[in-house]
């Protein structure tokens, strides 16, 4: 889960409880803690010569004033970097009693902007903060530091709130917060990760708020008139809500639970969950401050916020306001679809219909298919127009099919050149026979008089009239077949530069189209037409063979 972990320090209570935090979960898993501090002397600087004016008269001579500034500033930037160092020194002590590897940071500036400039270009996956250092005295306060870094960085957080509970802390359990996005279940998967290394018990909780609607409709009733409320069907409105949305709320946030325990099933570990009816944010508080967990566990953001959102604000009034240790997760995880649709999915008879009117073979498929269409869309009901949108989709259109047998006919042919002999292949899908021509081809059902007859020996022809094949060390280090002519028509590219370019473009282009050669009308083909060599042209090239023609 934790590889590579990140712990500020400077010395407060709370940094003294993130350093425990730190070891704790590093000898869990394994994990290299860096320690960091960041000093301001730049700070003290300024902040000097904004005071020199209130020096005593004898300091303020020209000489003895530059005299001061010098001392001081020599002073202050050893004498900080010398502290930041102790306050490391002591993280290393403990690291090295639990036999976690250590390495120490140490940065000069604004304390929340170098955090972030390191945490953002070093590849941690987990930061621990204390909520506060030594500014802040409200109890249920959240330090500057800690809100700034949290708004800026995409890394699992580990905020400390309560100093004493990793070292102590028995009989307390870890709690996540569910609301249905990637986020909270990728929160769910920390939280689960963190239960079995530690042996505590998880519980997940997810809240909806059947009483907002209350609210709003009767803030309703006082400012529309008659006819508005006529118009606006006021209270049919209202019974709809009281009826099937209120309820249907619940309903999916339970399936959020449902689809919780089954991924907490498949990862061996039992999960307790708890449905809570309230405003999100005041429930999870209350819920907390009853169980009183080791853990809070949340989703950097929610499911109603777009990835930019900094952070959610369910999540950003709960930091505020806990008592308790909290974790903001940043990973996501989506549930498998077979998990989430046999919870959260309901078909419609037309829809079970249709997907049973499909082939037997492709049923698996489909439904998966219907299943991935309707978690992107947002739907919790599977309809037929959604069943024919999957089948739309996993039917692809004539270019694609031509296109998808040109690949796998290129790919069926290298394979021929390798083993040798008489094989079959298919003209729609590149299905390859060896052996016997078949009746019909298991993939796509196209009858086997049909198929092309390929022999290898004409292959190697074809090869040997454009000058033979070259074996070549590609831009990511495979091994690329030119055809001698396509390689010769490339080095009559003068600039070098160019050349290099132009290789490039060639091979990455091959390989997307999964070409085993690379030949003269294909390397062609893929130039800009500046940089074809005189007198040749893609559409005066010489053509090479087409697989179809193989046989």
């Keep these: 889960m934790y590889k590579r972990i990140c712990v500020a320090v400077d010395n407060s209570p709370f940094s003294d409880a993130c350093c425990a935090a730190a070891v704790s979960v590093a000898r869990a898993f394994g994990a290299e803690i860096t320690g960091t501090h960041v000093y301001a002397a730049r700070l003290h600087e300024r902040r000097f010569r904004q005071m020199e004016a209130t020096l005593p008269e004898q300091y303020l001579a020209d000489s003895e004033l530059e005299r001061q500034r010098a001392i001081h500033d020599s002073l202050i930037t050893l004498g900080l970097q010398l502290v ?3 306050y490391l020194d002591a993280l290393e002590r403990r690291c090295q009693e639990s036999e976690a590897p250590f390495v120490r940071k140490t940065f000069d500036g604004k304390n929340w902007e170098r955090l972030v400039q390191d945490i953002n270009s070093s590849g941690y996956d987990l930061v621990v903060l204390g909520a506060r250092g030594h500014g802040v005295s409200r109890r249920d306060a959240v330090g500057s530091v800690c809100l700034r870094v949290l708004r800026r960085t995409r890394v ?31 929160a769910l998967t920390v939280a689960l990760a963190l239960g079995k290394a530690f042996d505590r018990p998880v519980e997940a909780v997810a809240a909806y708020d059947p009483y907002f609607h209350y ?17 606006f069907r006021l209270k049919e409105q209202e019974q709809l809500h009281e009826e099937i949305i209120d309820s249907g709320l619940a309903r999916l946030y339970q399936t959020h639970l449902e689809v919780a325990k089954g991924i907490a099933a498949a990862d061996g570990v039992s999960l307790s969950t708890t449905l809570l009816a309230g405003r999100a944010a005041d429930e999870v508080l209350a819920y907390a401050e009853k169980a009183r967990p080791w853990l809070l566990l949340l989703g950097r953001i929610g499911v109603h916020s777009r990835e930019e959102m900094d952070i959610g604000s369910v999540t950003e009034q709960v930091l505020r306001l806990a008592s308790c240790n909290l974790l903001v997760a940043s990973r996501r ?21 249709l997907l049973k009117g499909a082939p037997e073979h ?18 919790t009901v599977v309809t037929a127009s959604l069943v024919l949108e999957a089948m739309n989709t996993m039917r692809p259109n004539q270019d694609e099919t031509r296109g998808m047998g ?39 059902h196209r009858d086997g008089n049909g198929f092309l007859e390929v022999d290898t020996r004409s292959l190697e022809a074809v090869a ?22 396509a390689l010769q028509e490339l080095r009559r590219i003068e600039d070098s530069s160019q050349r290099r370019r132009a290789r490039l473009r060639i091979e990455k282009a091959a390989r997307l189209a999964k070409m085993p050669v690379i030949t003269l009308e294909f390397a062609l083909r893929c130039l800009p037409d500046e940089q074809h060599p005189e007198g040749h042209s893609p559409e005066t090239s010489p053509p090479s063979v087409n697989k179809g023609d193989a046989g």
Excluded at 335 to 344: F, I, K, M, N, Q
Excluded at 371 to 377: F, G
Excluded at 416 to 421: S, V
Excluded at 464 to 485: C, H, I, N, P, Y
């Design 215 to 231: 609210a709003v409709f009767h803030s309703m009733v006082e400012v529309l008139s008659p006819k508005a409320a006529r118009l």
């Design 156 to 186: 699992d957080t580990l905020v400390i709130k309560e100093p004493e509970v990793f070292k102590d802390g028995a009989g307390r359990g870890i709690l996540v917060a569910l609301d249905g996005s990637q986020e909270a279940f990728g």
């Design 406 to 444: 040109e690949a796998a006919l290129s790919v069926a042919v290298e394979a021929l050149r390798k083993e040798p002999g008489i094989v079959y292949l298919c003209p729609g899908c590149g299905h390859a026979v060896r052996g016997q021509r078949p009746v019909s081809c298991p993939v796509c």
């Design 84 to 86: 930041s160092e102790c």
């Design 464 to 485: 040997q009239s454009q000058g033979g094949l070259e074996e070549q060390r590609a831009f990511d280090g495979t091994k690329v077949r030119w055809s001698r002519a």
């Design 333 to 353: 995880f989506s549930p498998p679809l077979e998990l989430w649709g046999r919870s959260a999915l309901r078909w419609t008879e037309e829809a079970e219909a």
């Design 362 to 379: 492709y049923r698996v498929a489909l439904r998966l298919m219907v299943q991935r269409l309707a978690l992107e869309q947002g739907h």
